[in-house]
């Protein structure tokens, strides 16, 4: 059998010549032979992991090093560190990275129920970006800021470290409603004014869900003036699009022109190209980015690694029948003057993805619908002799229209080049829950715990599509310096000591479609803040703090 380092060598990651270090095994500064008396060492740092293969999140291969950690800080990285830590960890064999930095996630929602973000930390990730889909905790006004909304996560003592961009859509629906109309002259000085008050306090960006409401009705002069806040910082517009499937390249040209005419980098969220029919339009998607970077714009993109997408299940259903919030929505739904059209817009949408049983129910308000959760929409609607497009409608009047679904509609090749582009980045897309406690409700999607080992094993090691330094990279530093965590995403000294330590001959995902609820494995040690949270399956104290674009 291929040992862990006979795997790293084999794949051209680590130097040939091997860095003979002293190994001290777990948390331990006694030192002792069998034929001597045991001797205390006196520690000088807090943390050394010794031995491991390093990768400092720069993209190069890794080498046999030293790491060490003191008062929350990375201080030496080094063939050999002879100063003895408090605690030691043994990484012979392993990989050694900068802690992962998700880029897109929405754990905040679960972080008051429960701070331990299980499903995000075991899978090695410090770091999570929230505010995504334009969709804060937050709005920026007075009374609701960004230093507020950091003081009550502080609160919680989150076990990962929590950075957050400002929502447009929360800022929409704070000034102007869930209605369809222009924004006036003076609204539009109000909501630049959030933005910009949000940025000062540490907001790393500003987001956009333009398939959703209220954020939907927002113009492309809107969205210019909501951005230009952002353009002296050099922080990101980050945009799920207006359309993923057949507008998605006018809806890529419309996010580069928002980006241009607002002055700021642009970060496509979660590319990808929903439908068989859309799966060819990859080479035009990426070329789109490569011309906007050609000219001169800061621009990137984000994927996770699933064939299958999550939102609500109003998404089947026209923008248009949403305006003015879930009453009117409902109200429509059953007007003769509006439900046909509904119907027949909603029916091409599932089309478009292949069906009903490409439809998976999430997650539920009511009791009476509990069962639906992890179904196939369709193979549930024929268990009940009902009509699916019926049983979806009268699943959304049921729950107010609160329903989660898992959409199937994308193409596993597309996966390999996205992960690969030099332009993109890893992202996960999913919340923060646990195997237990309050947040383990509905069926999620399983990217919620297993996005990052799941590039590493499938996407790296099985299908081969990016090597490791890459893949790390993209988890690392690429996002740290997208979103301005200026003292995150590599190892070296003065860096945060955020770290995290795997086996990348074994490190996969076990999270599935049918069973969400299981955490990774092959994610030995997790770091943050230089204290250890999670060693060999074992949550320990929690470290996570607030982080602010500097």
Sequence with gaps: MTSRREFLRATGLLSAAPVVAPMLGTASTTVSRADAPRRTVRATVDLVVRGGTVFDGTGTNGREMDVALHQGRVVQVAARITDRGTEEIDARGLAVAPGFIDIHSHGDGSLREDPRAESAIRQGITTIVVGADGSSRFTGDVGDSFTEWAARTADYKPSVNVASMIGLGTVRGKVIGEVDRKATAAELTRMAGMVARAVGQGACGASTGLEYTPGAFASRDELIALCKPLAAARLPYATHMRNEDDELLEAIDESIAVARGAGCPLQI???????????????????????????????????????????????????????????????????????????????????????????????????????????????????????????????????????????????????????????????????????????????????????????????????????????????????????HLRDRGTLAPRMAGDLVVFDPSTVADTATFANPFQYPVGIRTVVVNGRVAVREGQHLAPAGQVLRAT
Excluded at 413 to 431: P, Q, Y
Aim: hydrophobic content about 40%; charged content about 25%.
């Design 269 to 483: 969220s979660h590319l990808k190209m929903q439908g068989t029919r859309n799966w060819p339009k990859i080479d035009a998607s990426l070329a789109r980015v490569a011309a906007a970077r050609a000219s001169g714009m800061d621009a990137w993109f984000d994927v996770y690694p699933y064939v299958a997408y999550a939102t609500g299940l109003t998404n089947l259903f026209p923008v248009w029948a949403r305006d003015g919030g879930t009453p009117a929505f409902l109200a429509r739904l059953d007007s003769a003057a509006t439900s046909s059209r509904i119907r027949t817009e909603a029916l091409g949408k599932v089309e478009l993805i292949g069906g009903w049983d490409n439809v998976q129910i999430s997650r539920v308000s009511a009791a009476e619908d509990r069962d639906a959760e992890g179904k196939r929409l369709g193979a549930w609607a024929q268990a009940r002799g009902v009509d699916p497009y019926e049983a979806a409608v009268g699943l959304l009047r049921r729950n107010r229209a609160d329903v989660g679904m898992l959409g199937f509609a994308m193409s596993e090749e597309n996966l390999d080049r996205l992960l690969a582009h030099e332009f993109g980045m890893v992202c996960s897309d999913g919340g923060a829950f646990a195997i237990d406690g309050p947040t383990r409700r509905g069926s999620p999607h399983p990217r919620g715990a297993g996005t990052f080992p799941r590039v590493l094993g499938r996407y790296v090691r099985e299908r081969k599509a990016l090597s490791l330094a890459s893949a790390i990279h993209k988890m690392s530093a690429r996002p740290a310096a997208r979103v």
